[in-house]
Each structure stands twice: as structure tokens, then as C-alpha cells.
């Protein structure tokens, strides 16, 4: 049984995009101009890379839109702009992306003249949200720890990392001093990039992600001598660190952030990603001690098999990130 369970999370690596860092979002802002004239701004990420049919956001109800929406191609997405008039108040008003389908989801920026700016997640099981009079901090923070928590549990090369990290450290206080050293790395840069003070090319770090993967996968199944890695894991784990902050900086830069709440914006994200992350190491040390418990003499071959599965795939991602 747990041979199966393990052929079934390689194969689900195998299948995993090769984009796997990017967080692409149907991002929508709404903005007034003057009072009573809006401009409605969206980006409609391309599914798979392929075309996609035009989504138009759906406005408050006392709203309209002025003409035809405005639409272009951008380099991944489908960049829609159009103009709106408003007759009164829209607090209380729904903004809505009811084509919202599977997994996908919606950040919705709303920007009222000369007041706090507002941000909303939609998803499908949740594609209307409801303009505030006075949005809170809270509501700001609720959305942007929902995001990061999102981008290290749905991010596939980041949770590799994380996943082989964990295999490799197995002792407990070892797992601790290891993550802490990757969670401070990923917040300098993170920080850092999203403040302006510092920054890299998306591309070649996302090489740099899949190669950290596979660097770890390689020491994985180096069991016939202590490594250097292994001794000292937590010197590893902060200077990839560093290089996953810039990812994930490059991923908050594509969702954005609302001006005016930037900093509670981006402690928000790093909490999320780090609970995120807190998850994952709860459940590969789970997994393993289930496995040591159940099945001993199943654990060397299921961490080969599982460790062959992980440099498998970082291995395509950094091949596609190099030449694709």
C-alpha cells in the first residue's frame, strides 16, 4: 500500500507543470478617476499556456460600462481595460467573476478616489465579493496570508524543496535549525526584492529554484558518507534561501500589492508562506514515521523512489527553464 501511495506522489511530480513558481491569478482593478468615472482593469491568465475566451468582470449594479472593453494580448495573459460610470455610492456594490472555474482564482483591487484602497480574493466557489465603506487592516491581512500559504502548498518547486529538505535533515531539532535558516533567507530577499532595494531576472532564478531541488535530490541518494550537506544543512538550506525570496518576491510582483498597505500586505504573504511551509514539514515527518512504523523495510526503497521522483522532475524544470 504505501509503495502505491509513493508511485502515485511521483507520478503527480512527473505531471506537474514546468512553471511551477509562477502564481498567476485573474488579477482585476477598479479604480476611480473622478467622481462617478472608473477605469476596470484585468488580466486573464492564458490556461495552460493556450487561448482563452474573453472574461468580462461584472460591476456594481448602479455601474455601467461606457463602449466595448478593450482587449490585448500580453506575454501570458489576456489584458482587458474598460471604462465605467457610477450613479452613487458602490459600497456595498458586488464585483463579481462568476466564469471563475476548478482552482482558479481572483485578487480584485478597488480603488475609491481620495479613500483606503480595498483588496478581495475570489474564488469559484466564491466569485462575488462585496465593496466595503471602510475596509480593515484585517481584510488586507486575511488575503494576503491566504495567497502566500497558497503559493508554498500549490507551488510545486518551492514544496519540493521543502519536501526533500525534510528527508534529507531527518532529526527533529536538525529539521528546525534547517527550515528556520530558509525562512529567514526567503524573507531577506523577499523583502528586500519587494521594497526595491534589491533584485534578479525571474528566469534565471527559477532556474536557480530547480536546481536547488535537484541538488538536494543528488545528496538524497549520497548515503554511503556524511556530506558536507548533511553536516551542515542549515547553511544549505539559508543560501537557497535566498535564491527561493527572489521567487516568491517575483510571484507577489505579478499578484501585486495595494497601495498604502504594503508593509501589513507583505507580512501578511511571508506568514502565509511560512505556515504553508509548517504544513509540509508536519506532514513529511508524518508520513515517514507512519512508514518507519508500518512498513520498516519499505522506508530505504520508498525514499529512493520518492527521491528519484523529485530530481526527475527538477531536473525537466531546470532543462525547460534553461533552453524553453
Not at 114 to 131: D, E, Y
Amino acid at each position: 500500500m504505501i509503495r502505491w501511495l509513493l508511485a502515485a506522489l511521483a507520478l503527480a511530480l512527473a505531471m506537474s507543470p514546468a512553471r511551477a513558481d509562477e502564481i498567476r491569478p485573474f488579477a482585476l482593478d477598479f479604480t476611480e478617476r473622478v467622481p462617478g468615472e472608473w477605469t476596470l482593469d484585468w488580466k486573464q491568465p492564458f490556461a495552460g499556456g493556450g487561448r482563452v475566451i474573453p472574461v468580462i468582470p461584472r460591476v456594481p449594479a448602479n455601474c455601467r460600462i461606457v463602449g466595448e472593453p478593450r482587449l490585448r494580448e500580453g506575454a501570458a495573459a489576456l489584458l482587458g481595460n474598460a471604462d465605467v460610470t457610477c450613479r452613487g455610492e458602490i459600497a456595498g456594490g458586488e464585483i463579481a467573476l462568476p466564469e471563475l472555474a476548478g482552482n482558479a482564482d481572483a485578487l480584485v483591487r478597488v480603488a475609491p478616489l481620495g479613500r483606503p484602497v480595498q483588496s478581495h480574493r475570489l474564488t469559484a466557489g466564491a466569485p462575488t465579493a462585496t465593496i466595503l465603506a471602510e475596509p480593515g487592516r484585517w481584510q488586507v491581512l486575511e488575503t494576503y496570508f491566504i495567497i502566500g500559504a497558497e503559493h508554498i502548498l500549490m507551488g510545486w518547486d518551492h514544496l519540493l524543496f521543502v519536501i526533500a529538505l525534510v528527508l534529507l535533515v531527518v532529526k527533529g531539532w536538525a529539521v528546525v535549525k534547517a527550515a528556520t535558516a530558509f525562512t529567514i533567507a526567503h524573507s531577506i530577499t523577499l523583502v528586500a526584492t519587494t521594497l526595491g532595494y534589491t533584485g534578479l531576472a525571474q528566469r534565471p532564478v527559477e532556474a536557480l529554484i530547480a536546481l536547488s531541488i535537484v541538488f538536494l535530490a543528488v545528496e538524497l541518494l549520497r548515503t554511503d558518507r556524511e556530506t558536507w550537506t548533511r553536516r551542515w544543512p542549515w547553511i544549505v538550506a539559508f543560501g537557497f534561501g535566498l535564491v527561493h525570496g527572489f521567487g516568491f518576491a517575483g510571484a507577489l510582483r505579478e499578484i501585486g500589492l495595494p497601495e498604502g498597505e504594503v508593509p501589513a500586505a507583505l507580512l501578511a504573504f511571508n506568514i502565509g508562506v511560512e505556515a504553508g511551509q509548517l504544513l509540509v514539514i508536519a506532514a513529511v515527518i508524518a508520513m515517514r514515521w507512519a512508514v518507519v512504523r508500518l512498513a520498516p523495510k519499505a522506508e530505504a526503497p520508498a525514499l529512493r523512489f520518492t527521491t528519484y521522483g523529485i530530481g526527475i522532475t527538477a531536473s525537466y524544470w531546470l532543462i525547460d527553464r534553461l533552453v524553453g
